[in-house]
């Protein structure tokens, strides 16, 4: 199933996308507490027996699938490309850092460069959202087990305040609006393999980024599992998978984003994304 959030931002409403490519009004929220009590199955029932009102959603915002993540945890440089692009070996151990959930925007909101800002980049990733509690998860079979579904998420990233400012990466990734997430979430039934998805990202129409999520150097199933080990994943988190080559801070002499700039980002099977860079 696809399931989406329509609506001006703080009032959308759910939804799921049937068999003919209609919306369907669902009578609750998408948030952790839709994942813990078998929110998926409910809806899934409820399709298939015809009881979900049609929506008319022409003209509607598409808002993030899922309503403010309890967390969102990033995985750095696990892409093998990625790492070769910015100098840096592929981990040995998943790198962890935290991005503040206050950062979700919809998929074509707009991005605000922060004020002071010269460096702001663009990370097409492959997000994983929980849908069930995982702690000390032993086996990558639990791992996914424990995923609701995928989406795409744009890791927007302030390159100097993440690298060049002390500190840890959350400065650099925890400004207004550097999450745009959706359009929709895709259950993990319908998704197929994670390893076997293409990402591309554009800026202004020029692609920049264009890979597969088998050149990840820890698969999605082995992220959750290792991840489960040092914190309670909840139902409603999110975690961003990395990003594959073609970012501004892996390639010398590429302007990083400014105002007016349009991105737009894919993966397969999972939507498209737009966004229209402004100014904090």
Known sequence: MKLLRVGPAGQERA?????AGGLREIPEEIDGAFFA??????????LESGGLPLLDAAGLRVGP???????IVCIGLNYRDHAEETGAAPPAEPVVFMKAPNTVVGPDDEVLIPRGSVKTDWEVELAVVIGSTARY???REEALAAVAGYTISNDVSEREFQLERGGQWDKGKSCETFNPLGPWLVTADEAGDPQDLGL????????RQDGTTRNMVF?????VRYLSHFMVLEPG???NTGTPAGVALGMPGTPYLRAGQVMELEIDGLGRQRQRVGQA
């Open 15 to 19: 939804a799921v996308v049937d068999g």
């Open 37 to 46: 009590s078998g929110g998926v199955a409910r809806v899934r029932a409820a």
């Open 219 to 223: 698969p999605v199933a082995e992220i």
């Open 65 to 71: 699938p899922v309503a403010r993540p309890g967390k």
């Open 200 to 207: 591309r990202l554009w800026v202004d129409g020029e692609l």
């Open 137 to 139: 998860l032993e086996t």
């Open 237 to 239: 988190d999110v975690i």
